[in-house]
Each structure stands twice: as structure tokens, then as C-alpha cells.
């Protein structure tokens, strides 16, 4: 796709088709955002940004937008495959506090916690909210110890963040989607790789070995489960879509 911006005219120009786009308007902020979508995920932009301390490595929309979810559903476990420097589980952690959900808890997996992070999170004024699982996600025994910390009763949302091939998320797909309570979530993030085919950094093969083919696979024949991005709670615009690097990642159980 070729793209003009002309700043004087005030449009945007896509030469596939000859449209031209007024500059100041919804369509032409979803062309950009795209665009600097792929831009941003190739100079590791994400990698910039840190949650009471420690690396998150998301995009700040996603983490403002999953943080209206949790406000909304106030659950009382939160199961996250890939641990990473921790970020995201202390950002958990942070928001089930400051909502006055003391018995609220956030479980990581990841098939290696690194000693230097171990130290790192387990040393973090919030830890207490967290319990780190190291295996492979989808080894039985790993399933298994996570059932554990999920009571009758629980409301949980499941976000699968660790290895993105599509083999590995459908895998974690079946393995954890019944934890989830009905109006919670399973969500299948950083399927933005089916948009990254063409970048420097990016893999051709990620056209169809990505989170999100894997989620629209599950979703035809998971029928109790349908892909759903959250309304959003507040919005005085024209927008209707997230500037994401999870698309068609929320899968929400009936």
C-alpha cells in the first residue's frame, strides 16, 4: 500500500485505489494507526515502558483498555501465560488493590521465570497479590497447579501472553477456557503479527501462525465462546476501533 500525506491539502492520498481521505477524519486516523502500528512494533516501542517498576512491554492502549475490563468485572483471579520482568502482573496486582479486592489474586505462568526477574517481582511491594508458576503452559502438570488457585465460585479472566504461535495459543486455548467464568474473558493478545508479514522484523509465515487465526479457530468450534472486543465505557468521538496489538484477541464466554 502507498500512502501520501499532504499536510497543505489536508489529505490522505491511498494510491491502490486512488481515494483520497480528508487528513482530519476517522478514516484517515485508522490508516495512520495502522501504519504506525507496524512501525512502532518493528522499532520495539512497547519495550519502552515500565508499571511501578518493572518492564510491561504492552501497548499503553491495551493496558488502559484491558484495565476498564477489570474494573468492570472485578475478578477474583487473573491467570496470565508469560511472566516475562513481571510488569503485567504487577499491573494485576495494582489494580485488584487499589479496587479494595483484598482476596483478589494474580497467577503467572511462564516455562522459565529468570532468576534475576524471580528476585525482582518476588521483592515488589505487590507480590503478595501474585503467585508465579514456572512450567510450560500447557504441560498437564502446569494446568493442573493453576486449578488449584481458582475456588468454586471464582470469577476469572485468562490472558495468554507467552509463546504466540498459532499450535501454542490454541493449545493454551483448550487448556484454560474452562476457567472462565461466563461474561469473563480468554484473551489471545499480540495478534498483531498477522499485520507484520512485511516488516523488517517481522516472518511471512505470520499470515496464518499467529493469536488470532488461532482465536477465530477456536471460536467456530468453542460455541459457549464469542470474539468480542469490550465496549468501550466512555467515548466523545467518531472512533470506534482500538489502536491494538491485540486484534480479535477477546473471546468471552457466554
Do not use: C
Request: charged content about 20%.
Amino acid at each position: 500500500m502507498k500512502v501520501t500525506i499532504d499536510t497543505e491539502l489536508q489529505e490522505l492520498v491511498l494510491h491502490d485505489g486512488g481515494q483520497r481521505i480528508p487528513l482530519y477524519s476517522t478514516e484517515a486516523f485508522e490508516v495512520l494507526s495502522a501504519l504506525w502500528l507496524k512501525v512502532g512494533w518493528n522499532e520495539k516501542y512497547v519495550y519502552t515502558f515500565s508499571w511501578m517498576g518493572r518492564p510491561i512491554i504492552q501497548l499503553p492502549d491495551d493496558i488502559v483498555r484491558v484495565q476498564e475490563v477489570i474494573y468492570r468485572l472485578r475478578p477474583d483471579v487473573i491467570v496470565e501465560t508469560g511472566v516475562a520482568h513481571g510488569g503485567s502482573l504487577i499491573f494485576y496486582a495494582s489494580l485488584l488493590r487499589a479496587m479494595s479486592l483484598p482476596a483478589s489474586r494474580v497467577i503467572g505462568v511462564d516455562i522459565e521465570i529468570r532468576p534475576h526477574n524471580r528476585r525482582a517481582i518476588e521483592a515488589h511491594e505487590l507480590f503478595s497479590a501474585m503467585t508465579l508458576i514456572e512450567g510450560n503452559s500447557v504441560a498437564p502438570e502446569v494446568v493442573a497447579q493453576v486449578r488449584t488457585h481458582v475456588r468454586p465460585g471464582d470469577k476469572v479472566l485468562v490472558l495468554l501472553d507467552s509463546n504466540h504461535t498459532y499450535a501454542h495459543v490454541s493449545a493454551e486455548l483448550e487448556a484454560y477456557h474452562g476457567l472462565v467464568s461466563p461474561g469473563s474473558y480468554i484473551v489471545a493478545t499480540d495478534g498483531i503479527m498477522q499485520d507484520l508479514t512485511d516488516v523488517p522484523r517481522g516472518n511471512p509465515a505470520w499470515d496464518r501462525d499467529n493469536p488470532t487465526q488461532a482465536a477465530l479457530d477456536f471460536a467456530r468450534t468453542h460455541p459457549e465462546f464469542v470474539i468480542e472486543q469490550p465496549a468501550w465505557p466512555f467515548n466523545e468521538s467518531k472512533l470506534r476501533a482500538n489502536v491494538t496489538h491485540w486484534p480479535g484477541a477477546w473471546l468471552r464466554r457466554l
